[in-house]
Nanobody
């Protein structure tokens, strides 16, 4: 699966931003698609995931109520709508695809085999 992330940028605290990830290549109907972020000097961290076939969503606690992951099957694209952004949300955001069947795998970077190139989100205070 090839992934292309886009939509990053510079925003002020409290504003919103939507990231997109276009998927192509092998069938991904049985995949879980995820978003991770990585701040400078820190490890890549799980943000949210969605199952491509069922649309079931999973979120890390620090984004619940602020971020929404969704998908558009017709466009082979999934999204991360980010609202009420905080300076601590500043990071490079990566989209990824997992072929793992075990739910616990979807919360860690090692559970994903395909990655997009990353898009930078900067939130100013």
């Amino acid at each position: 699966v090839q992934l292309q992330a886009s939509g990053g940028g510079l925003v002020q605290a409290g504003e919103s931003l939507r990231l997109s990830c276009a998927a192509s290549g092998r069938t991904f109907s049985n995949r879980v698609m995820g978003w991770f972020h990585q701040a400078p000097g820190k490890e890549r961290e799980f943000v949210a995931a969605i199952s491509w076939s069922g649309g079931i969503t999973y979120y890390e606690d620090f984004v619940k109520g602020r971020f929404t992951i969704s998908k558009d099957n017709a466009k082979n694209t999934f999204y991360l709508q980010m609202s009420s952004l905080k300076p601590e949300d500043t990071a490079v955001y990566y989209c990824a695809a997992s072929a793992r069947a075990i739910r616990s795998s979807w919360y860690v970077a090692s559970g994903y085999g395909d990655w997009g190139q990353g898009t930078l989100v900067t939130v100013s205070s």
